[in-house]
């Protein structure tokens, strides 16, 4: 008579408490991804602000570049300077002349130490121009 009983399968405490758990883990999961998602987003953005002020930084300076350039450029400035009715004028090459650098000092000369000018100790060659006569 057992055999004709309809069998029903319940479940057990311990089977729902592991459904329970298991759909928290889920939920848990769940929520972990979006939270991690919208923090790869957030640094994505972060850094595509990033990338475009590096960009517009390297275009600025490109763009500094290229106006510095045209103000150095020597047709320009010397148009520019008689456009502002400048004193300034070029300089013939004639007019220069070139005086050689003095050889270093050596361990055998007792010459006295001279003081040396910041545009000598920079580096410049030194020249002389009679400004007058031109």
Same mark, same amino acid.
Not at 4 to 9: D, M, N, P, Y
């Given at each position: ?9 319940? !479940? *057990?405490? *311990?089977?729902?408490? !592991? %459904?329970i ?6 939920? *848990? ?9 919208? &923090?790869?987003?957030k640094?994505?953005?972060a ?9 517009q930084?390297? %275009? ?20 520019? %300077?008689? &456009? ?37 100790? %920079? ?12």
């Open positions: 008579m057992n055999r004709r009983r309809a069998v029903r399968e319940n !479940l *057990g405490a *311990g089977a729902v408490i !592991l %459904l758990l298991t759909a928290l883990v889920i939920a *848990g999961a769940g929520v972990f991804h979006a939270f991690t998602k919208n &923090q790869q987003i640094v994505a953005r850094l595509q602000r990033i990338e475009n002020r590096v960009s930084h390297r %275009l600025d300076i490109t763009n500094l570049e290229v106006r510095l350039e045209e103000q150095l450029n020597p047709i320009l400035l010397n148009d520019r %300077l008689i &456009q502002m009715s400048s004193d300034l004028r070029s300089i013939p090459l004639e007019a220069v002349k070139s005086i050689p650098r003095d050889p270093a000092p050596t361990a055998t000369r007792e010459a006295p130490v001279q003081q040396q000018s910041p545009a000598r100790r %920079l580096g410049a060659t030194p020249s002389l121009v009679d400004l007058d006569s031109l």
